[in-house]
């Protein structure tokens, strides 16, 4: 496996206009090129962030099973539109990610809503409710990736893409923090730096962290 990749911050369409200032979709070329490391045709494919559908469309364009879970309908709306199996895609709560009827899965991707070290919304409530800070989030992001264990085969692998934030002067190693946490559920196996023509959080690269399930 590489260490980096070197591409583009492209998408194939315009989101609707009510959706378009939120774009935070990463590009089909990344899910591609993880899919041909990690699968095959016929496996089953989980996004626990699905967003607007990125991973899934790719996975199944790709021959793959895919299921997602998305907590915001207007972004479910979107996606199933563009699925082949629409009825996949969970309008839920991914905290409570065992309790969703899914299978077996051999491979998650995702990229997780982001947070500032000093920001105040909850990203695991969709930014729409106070969150406990910095430290809850990352504690949240444990409980949910140990939940994402439990649905994954023995042999499976899990790819998060995740960037450290530099915005107006201050620092979140959110990147850094999020795989140490990680870490304590799945087996850390190392990381694939995504280097971007462009990106919007003080970097030019993501980190595309690698996890076992072993």
């Given at each position: 496996?590489?260490?980096?990749?070197?591409?583009?911050?492209t998408?194939?369409?315009?989101?609707?206009?009510?959706?378009?200032?939120?774009?935070?979709?990463?590009?089909?070329a990344?899910?591609?090129?993880?899919?041909?490391?990690?699968?095959?045709?016929?496996?089953?494919?989980?996004?626990?962030?699905?967003?607007?559908?990125?991973?899934?469309?790719?996975?199944?364009?790709?021959?793959?099973?895919?299921?997602?879970?998305?907590?915001?309908?207007?972004?479910?709306?979107?996606?199933?539109?563009?699925?082949?199996?629409?009825?996949?895609?969970?309008?839920?709560?991914?905290?409570?990610?065992?309790?969703?009827?899914?299978?077996?899965?051999?491979?998650?991707?995702?990229?997780?809503?982001?947070?500032?070290?000093?920001?105040?919304?909850?990203?695991?409530?969709?930014?729409?409710?106070?969150?406990?800070?910095?430290?809850?989030?990352?504690?949240?992001?444990?409980?949910?990736?140990?939940?994402?264990?439990?649905?994954?085969?023995p042999?499976?692998?899990?790819?998060?893409?995740?960037?450290?934030?530099?915005?107006?002067?201050?620092?979140?190693?959110?990147?850094?923090?999020?795989?140490?946490?990680?870490s304590?559920?799945?087996?850390?196996?190392?990381?694939v730096?995504?280097?971007?023509?462009?990106?919007?959080?003080?970097?030019?690269?993501?980190?595309?962290?690698?996890?076992?399930?072993?």
């Amino acid at each position: 496996m590489k260490s980096w990749l070197q591409l583009e911050m492209t998408r194939p369409e315009p989101l609707p206009e009510a959706l378009r200032d939120d774009d935070v979709r990463y590009p089909e070329a990344l899910v591609e090129h993880f899919l041909r490391e990690f699968t095959r045709e016929g496996d089953t494919v989980l996004d626990p962030f699905a967003g607007f559908g990125t991973t899934l469309v790719v996975a199944e364009r790709m021959g793959r099973i895919a299921y997602g879970v998305e907590m915001q309908p207007e972004r479910v709306e979107y996606a199933r539109a563009r699925l082949r199996n629409p009825e996949h895609l969970i309008c839920g709560d991914t905290r409570s990610l065992a309790t969703l009827d899914l299978p077996p899965i051999d491979f998650c991707m995702t990229s997780p809503p982001y947070m500032g070290k000093e920001d105040v919304e909850d990203p695991l409530a969709a930014y729409h409710t106070r969150g406990r800070g910095y430290r809850a989030y990352l504690n949240g992001m444990r409980g949910i990736f140990g939940q994402v264990r439990g649905k994954m085969r023995p042999a499976g692998a899990v790819v998060l893409e995740v960037a450290n934030l530099k915005i107006e002067g201050d620092l979140t190693t959110l990147a850094w923090d999020i795989a140490e946490e990680v870490s304590r559920v799945l087996r850390f196996e190392g990381e694939v730096i995504a280097c971007w023509d462009r990106y919007d959080y003080g970097y030019e690269h993501s980190y595309c962290l690698v996890y076992s399930a072993i």
